[in-house]
């Protein structure tokens, strides 16, 4: 998991970049909305994320809106 310099951060999915699964995508300002940093607080971390799966550079991923798309598992 990652943070990029973009105001975006991401989070590496099934390995580290450039060998990720796919990658959940959170702009700075819903980042700014979770109580410890996302790439802290779900760093090797089961998840549940919902939302639309897009290419990015021909990788998959999922741009997340509300902070109710990634949970941990119940």
Do not use: H, W
């Not at 990720?20 to 790439?39: C, S, Y």
């Amino acid at each position: 998991m990652a943070q990029s310099n973009q105001k975006l951060t991401l989070l590496n999915v099934g390995a580290a970049f450039p060998n990720q699964v796919f990658t959940i995508v959170i702009d700075n300002e819903l980042r700014a909305k979770f109580e410890t940093a996302p790439e802290t607080f779900f760093l090797d971390k089961d998840v549940c994320v919902t939302g639309k799966v897009s290419l990015y550079r021909d990788a998959p991923q999922i741009v997340i809106y509300k902070k109710e798309q990634i949970q941990l598992p119940k």
